[in-house]
Every structure is written in structure tokens, then in C-alpha cells.
């Protein structure tokens, strides 16, 4: 095993412009936070984002012109409502945005992973969502009835925030998993954050916890609070106080203002978390 | 008898379509769902296994649990027996197609039970919403899907779907036997193949059928003598108000606008306040 540890400004430069990035955690929970923060500073630009369930890391992606196109299952806030960037540039078409299903989006990644060109399903056969895809549909060789051709998604680099890891990529995942090892299989690069990382005697502790081993990852970046201000269960909770403020800035035209206080004006994500404020992270705060 | 609110009705008209054995499904934030299931817990389905999204778990659940906006996925893992991933949701869900209920909400849904979460108008005005998520994938797998709509107006109840996400009885990917029901603040409706549209399955009380005439966006046969919804019993407010969500989280799916943030954040104060 190969010692991976690096800091997020090395490890973005994996990402280069027009790539097509794969963003973990679900809509307000574990997003790589600090990762995306990264990305928006290296000022990378023309980025396909895919992931099942987007929130405020598609949000800010798109609201800082970093990304061309977005593919996903879901974009919004959950109980907060609606992505009001990702929106705007959907609605405009300054974006392209590929709606996908649950469905879609792991039999593509299921099909890379398992080194099949195609899964063939009759899954979502005669809805809209199946037309705007445009995805092949084909007689089977078995029953001869229709199915469709789901084709493999391949992302160049995955974000992935883990709650603990060590040094070599060996992870643990826990509360809302998603699909973040099916993403981690299926991408070229995989470049991890982690909550704490721990020594390799303390993973082989419960080895079981291990869902991201190793060898599915390429560069390892220690962040404490790295998914703020979405969850990071047993650490913490979703910052929603936060999330309403972003919201407010984005509906009154001062989004611009948001990412200039919070991310491009700042140097690192530790100076964001001060930004913050220890008072909002102790709000959230559920175990050290 | 207790007097009882609107998405109270709804509440207990959801967790009456639960049967013992099911496994119920709950997907992003849907406080009125996650309400019912627990409701339906304590009550009649005491064997219902539940499986929620906040933490790709399968939680067992023994006691009346409260719902909660800030530690959704906390309070879940408390309980989990089990950590899997979204993969495995699915899994289960093809596995035990006919013993899963899950409750959708959709934006649109039509007289043939098509229900849409992605689009709303035609050509170059859209309103592009967050997403179907997994409702076109699963909905029509199921023998009995329940949507449920809390404001039961003219806009979310349409002649045709803007955009087709959840197939309907009509198409022929749905299987024949389905039935879908809608839980609404006004009744409950339900469409099957048999019939090929939405009819009035019951009306709450209180609710006249010109009311439901007049908030449906499509004909709607109402046969005289039609069922009136069975109003919630004590047992079942009393559960809800003291046990499952006394904070009644679950008015934020009533509430719009303005009104629904300033109550948000009173509820997140509220909750703040009660940190485990």
C-alpha cells in the first residue's frame, strides 16, 4: 500500500478542466465540502458534475461558472427547498442538466464496474426522464422483449468525504453510505477526504467498517468539518442555519458576495470554518 | 372526539394503507411519511420493518419514535440494525417488491396516475424542480403505490402530466393489478387498471364533492353515497401530538413561503434546545 496523504490543494490538481466529476454524500449529507471549495478556488472550469443527489455542493459548483453540465437524480435542499442556482442555470440553459433516476445512474456505474458495456433493464421504459437520456432500446436475445441498453458512466474523479481513513485510502463510511463505493469502483481517480485519519492499527480494528478499501482510492486529504455545511453523522449535524443564509444571499442577488466571503476570497477551508465561527459548529457539534 | 387538523387526516389515511408485513421505504426529508410510519408502528403494524434513507439502514423500532428535522439521520442510526448503501435499498426493493410501501409526493399527478417530479409547463416557460429521485425507477414495480399531495389544488392535479416521470395504470410497463392511491387534504383516491382513471375512494369529513369538483383539474366521477373517511381516533392524535412529533414538525409540509422558513427556524431553535 502506497501512502496517499496530501494536502486538498495538491490533490485538486488531479482535476483539470472539462473533466467529469462525481461528487459523493447525498443532497445535505457528508458532500466533500472542503473538496468542492478547492475546485471552485483552483478556478477549474467546464466540470460535468454527476451525482445521485445534489445540494449545495452542485449549487456552488454551478454558481461559481465552474461547471458546463450537471447529471443527477435530485438537486435541492431537502426540507429547505429548491437549488436556486442550479435552477436559474437549468431553467436558462446556461447549464446542461441530464436528469437522471437512481435507477440510471447505478446501473451506469454498476455496468463500469463490473466491466459490462451495458446493463439491460426494463426500468423507466415510457417515461420522459428514459426519452431526454436517449438511451438505446433493444429486443433481448433471451425473450426477445424490449429493453433498455443503459450504457456504463465512467467519471474521471470521484469526491468522497469519509468520516476516518488512514493514510494509504483505507476508509469508513457511515449514515447516509449512498453510492459512494459504487462511485469510488467505477471512477478513473478517486480523491478522498476524511473527517480524522487514524492510524492503520486502529482500521484493523473492526475491518468490516472498512467499506472504501484502499485500492479504490488516489490521494488522501485530512479535513476536520470537511462536508460544512452538510452532515457528517456520528460528528455532526447538517448546518441548516447556514444553508438558510446561502439560500437568502442567492435569492436577493448576493451570491456573488457569498463566495467571495466564504470561498474564492479565502485561502483554505480552515479559514472558511473561522468565517463560520466556533458558535455555529458547536450548534451542530454531536460527538468529538 | 378530539378535533384534528387536515394533515392529521392525512397522517392516519397514510399509515392505515401499511399493512403488518410491509417494509416501508422512506425516502428524502418527508416528515408527514416518516410521521405515518411510525404511527402505523405503534398501531396496527407493529411488524413493519422500516428502512430509511437517512442512513441506508434498516432500523428496528420497538417504542413510538419522534421525528426530527436536525437529527433525521442520527435518530435513525440510533435504531439501525443494519448499514448498507443505496445499492442494497434497491436491492430490497426488487427483492420485496410486493411487501414494499412507500409514500411519494408528487408536484403533478393526472387522472391516470402518472405522476411528475422534474418539469412543470410546456416549451420554453419550465420550472425546472429538484427531481424524481427514485419514483420513476420504483413506482410502477409496486402493486400499491401511495402518493400524497397536502394541498390538493387544480395544479397538482391534472389532465396530463407536464412530463412523465411515475408511469400510471394506463402504460403498459405497469403491472395490471396495480393500484395507486392518493391521500389528499380533501379524501382519499385511488386509480387501478380496472377502472383506467382516479376515482373518489373516500371524503374526509366535512369536505363537500363540489369542494373536490373544484380543486381537481380533470373530471372526477363522485357516485352518490360515497364513502366518508373514518376520522382519526384519540388513540392515534394522542400518538402523534404527545409521542411521534409533539414540535409538529410535520405543518412544514402544509406551510409555504415566508411562513414556512420563519417556522422552520423556530423548530430548529426548539430542537436546538432539546440536544441529545
Known amino acids: ?288 | 372526539m378530539n378535533s384534528y387538523t387536515p394533515d392529521e387526516m392525512m397522517i392516519v389515511c397514510m399509515a392505515r394503507e401499511l399493512q403488518n408485513n410491509d417494509i416501508a421505504a422512506q425516502g428524502l426529508t418527508t416528515p408527514m411519511a416518516l410521521v405515518a410510519y411510525y404511527l402505523a408502528k405503534a398501531t396496527h403494524a407493529p411488524q413493519a420493518t422500516i428502512m430509511q434513507l437517512a442512513g441506508n439502514i434498516l432500523v428496528h423500532i420497538d417504542e413510538p419514535r419522534r421525528i426530527s428535522i436536525l437529527y433525521n439521520e442520527f435518530r435513525a442510526m440510533e435504531k439501525a440494525v443494519h448499514q448498507g448503501t443505496q445499492t442494497e435499498v434497491y436491492e430490497t426493493l426488487f427483492k420485496r417488491t410486493d411487501s414494499i410501501i412507500e409514500f411519494f409526493r408528487p408536484a403533478q399527478i393526472d387522472k391516470y396516475g402518472n405522476s411528475n417530479n422534474s418539469l412543470i409547463g410546456k416549451d420554453d416557460a419550465k420550472i425546472r424542480l429538484p427531481g424524481g429521485f427514485g419514483i420513476p425507477d420504483v413506482s410502477p414495480l409496486y402493486p400499491r403505490t401511495v402518493y400524497y399531495v397536502p394541498r390538493h389544488e387544480r395544479r397538482v392535479f391534472v389532465e396530463r402530466v407536464d412530463y412523465l416521470g411515475g408511469l400510471g395504470v394506463e402504460a403498459k410497463a405497469a403491472k395490471t393489478r396495480r393500484q395507486i392511491r392518493v391521500v389528499t387534504n380533501l379524501g382519499v383516491f385511488k386509480v387501478d387498471a380496472d377502472f383506467g382513471s382516479m376515482r373518489v375512494h373516500s371524503i374526509h369529513p366535512g369536505v363537500s364533492p363540489e369542494q373536490i369538483k373544484e380543486n381537481t383539474g380533470f373530471e372526477i366521477p363522485i357516485p352518490r353515497g360515497i364513502l366518508e373517511t373514518t376520522p382519526p381516533t384519540d388513540e392515534e392524535i394522542g400518538l402523534i401530538r404527545e409521542k411521534i412529533d409533539p414540535l409538529n414538525i410535520r405543518q412544514l409540509e402544509i406551510l409555504s413561503g415566508e411562513e414556512r422558513t420563519k417556522t422552520l427556524l423556530e423548530l430548529l431553535e426548539k430542537e436546538l434546545a432539546e440536544k441529545p
Open chain 1, 1 to 288: 500500500m502506497s501512502r496517499k496523504l496530501v494536502s486538498s490543494k495538491e490533490a485538486s490538481k488531479i482535476i483539470k478542466d472539462g473533466m467529469r466529476v462525481a461528487v459523493g454524500g447525498l443532497t445535505i449529507h457528508r458532500k466533500p465540502m472542503s473538496l468542492i471549495h478547492e475546485v471552485l478556488r483552483s478556478g477549474t472550469k467546464g466540470l460535468r458534475v454527476l451525482t445521485l443527489g445534489g445540494g449545495p455542493d452542485v449549487d456552488l459548483l454551478v454558481a461559481a461558472g465552474a461547471v458546463e453540465g450537471v447529471e443527477a437524480a435530485y438537486v435541492g435542499f431537502e426540507i429547505l427547498g429548491f437549488a436556486p442556482n442550479f435552477r436559474k442555470a437549468a431553467e436558462t440553459g446556461r447549464i446542461k442538466f441530464t436528469e437522471h433516476t437512481e435507477y440510471s445512474i447505478m446501473a451506469g456505474l454498476q455496468a463500469t464496474a463490473f466491466e459490462a458495456e451495458f446493463i439491460p433493464s426494463k426500468l423507466l421504459m415510457g417515461t420522459d426522464i428514459l426519452k431526454a437520456l436517449g438511451y438505446k432500446i433493444f429486443d433481448s436475445p433471451i425473450t426477445g422483449e424490449p429493453l433498455v441498453a443503459y450504457p456504463r458512466i465512467v467519471p474521471d474523479v470521484t469526491l468522497i468525504h469519509a468520516q476516518r481513513a488512514d493514510q494509504y485510502g483505507n476508509a469508513q463510511v457511515e449514515g447516509v453510505t449512498a453510492i459512494d463505493l459504487l462511485l469510488a469502483k467505477a471512477s478513473k481517480k478517486v480523491i478522498l477526504s476524511a473527517e480524522k485519519i487514524v492510524t492503520t492499527d486502529e482500521i484493523m480494528k473492526v475491518p468490516s467498517m472498512t467499506n472504501l478499501p484502499s485500492t479504490f482510492v488516489d490521494a488522501v486529504v485530512e479535513c476536520r468539518y470537511g462536508a460544512h455545511p452538510t452532515s457528517c453523522y456520528p460528528y455532526y449535524t447538517y448546518d441548516l442555519w447556514h444553508m438558510i443564509s446561502y439560500l437568502e444571499s442567492a435569492k436577493t442577488g448576493k451570491i456573488d458576495e457569498y463566495l467571495r466571503r466564504y470561498i474564492t476570497g479565502l485561502d483554505s477551508f480552515e479559514s472558511y470554518l473561522d468565517e463560520v465561527g466556533e458558535e455555529s459548529r458547536k450548534k451542530i457539534e454531536m460527538q468529538r
